[in-house]
């Protein structure tokens, strides 16, 4: 079992920054895949970015070169780095987990997911 736990979140004007963090209990932090996924008011939840256990990391189109995700196995800690950010990045942020990395982009082939921090960019 994997519990996580989101934080960083707010509100912040367009083209400012934040950081996310997702912290992780359990000892095999460092053997999953990592994911973020944003689900806004009305939408369907959607894939921003992630990272494998090498450290091998897709973006969204929406997001790349504005967002970094990157983790600290030591710390069992996953970060996503928003800079430039649009008031279309607004949603609620959520971190995931999963032990099959087959289809990272996929919101079905995570296991654990955390409750979520809100975003919000003001115009």
């Known amino acids: 079992q994997v519990q996580l736990v989101e934080s960083g979140g707010g509100l912040v004007q367009a083209g400012g920054s934040l950081r996310l963090s997702c912290t992780a209990s359990?000892?095999?932090?460092?053997?999953?895949?990592m994911g973020w996924f944003r689900q806004a008011p009305g939408k369907e939840r959607e894939f921003v970015a992630t990272?494998?256990?090498?450290?091998?990391?897709y973006y969204a189109d929406s997001v790349k070169g504005r967002f970094t995700i990157s983790r600290d196995n030591a710390k069992n800690t996953v970060y996503l780095q928003m800079n430039s950010l649009k008031p279309e990045d607004t949603a609620v942020y959520y971190c995931?987990?999963?032990?099959?990395?087959?289809?990272?982009?996929?919101?079905?082939?995570?296991?654990?997911w955390g409750q979520g921090t809100q975003v919000t960019v003001s115009s």
């Open positions: 359990g000892r095999t932090f460092s053997r999953y895949l």
């Open positions: 995931a987990a999963a032990s099959d990395g087959r289809y990272p982009r996929a919101t079905t082939q995570y296991d654990y």
């Open positions: 990272i494998s256990w090498s450290r091998i990391t």
